[in-house]
Every structure is written in structure tokens, then in C-alpha cells.
């Protein structure tokens, strides 16, 4: 079992920057993948970045490339996501979730495929 605790939301001006923290912990994580998820008001569940943990591979959704970056510190068994030049659009709630992607090649970016998630954090970018 795997338990993720996300933090780092809040409120920004369109332009800023935020950091979000995800928190790992239950298991070993080397053979597993982790992504971030955000969801708007009345919309699905989309994703936004993943990042393999052992090999640090990363995967990014078009909308948020080249503006997001995620990272992973081993000895913390903690994620992030730094969110640059944030804009209104990117206002939801961001979720942490994992997979165990041992044996599996690639990075998934359905969120029905992830098997462990974090409670959420709120992310809101003022105009």
C-alpha cells in the first residue's frame, strides 16, 4: 500500500509560481510511477506530468509543457511539481497518484490507471 500527501496550493496571480510537494510513503517506490492530475470545477480528472521514479523519466500533457516541471528527491520520497507562469486556466484541484510500473515500459497518463492517490490540493490562479 502506498500513502501520498500532497501540499504546496493556493492562490497566485496569473504569471507566478508554485511548487507542489507529494509526500510517498508505505512502500518501496523505485518501481513505480508517479503522476500528476488536475481537476477543474465540472470537468474529468486530466492529467498534467509524470515521472518515473527509478529512472526519472518524465512525460508531460501538452497543455502545461514547458511551463511545469516534475522532479522527485529519493531521500525525501517526495514528488514535485514546479508550476511556472501560471494562468487562470490552470485553476483546480491537483491531485498526487501512483502506479507501480514494474515490469511496464512507457508512462501512463489515464487516471484510471493509477492505482494510489492523494486527498488533492488546491491550486487557484487569479487574473
Known amino acids: 500500500q502506498v500513502q501520498l500527501v500532497e501540499s504546496g496550493g493556493g492562490l497566485v496571480q496569473a504569471g507566478g509560481s508554485l511548487r507542489l510537494s507529494c509526500a510517498a510513503s508505505?512502500?518501496?517506490?523505485?518501481?513505480?510511477?508517479m503522476g500528476w492530475f488536475r481537476q477543474a470545477p465540472g470537468k474529468e480528472r486530466d492529467f498534467a506530468a509524470a515521472i518515473r521514479w527509478n529512472s526519472g523519466s518524465t512525460y508531460y500533457a501538452d497543455s502545461v509543457k514547458g511551463r511545469f516541471t516534475i522532479s522527485r528527491d529519493n531521500a525525501k520520497n517526495t514528488v514535485y511539481l514546479q508550476m511556472n507562469s501560471l494562468k487562470p486556466e490552470d485553476t483546480a484541484v491537483y491531485y498526487c497518484?501512483?502506479?507501480?510500473?514494474?515490469?511496464?515500459?512507457?508512462?501512463?497518463?489515464?487516471?484510471?490507471?493509477?492505482?494510489?492517490w492523494g486527498q488533492g490540493t488546491q491550486v487557484t490562479v487569479s487574473s
Open positions: 508505505g512502500r518501496t517506490y523505485s518501481s513505480y510511477t
Open positions: 497518484a501512483a502506479y507501480s510500473s514494474y515490469g511496464l515500459g512507457g508512462i501512463r497518463s489515464r487516471a484510471s490507471e493509477y492505482d494510489y
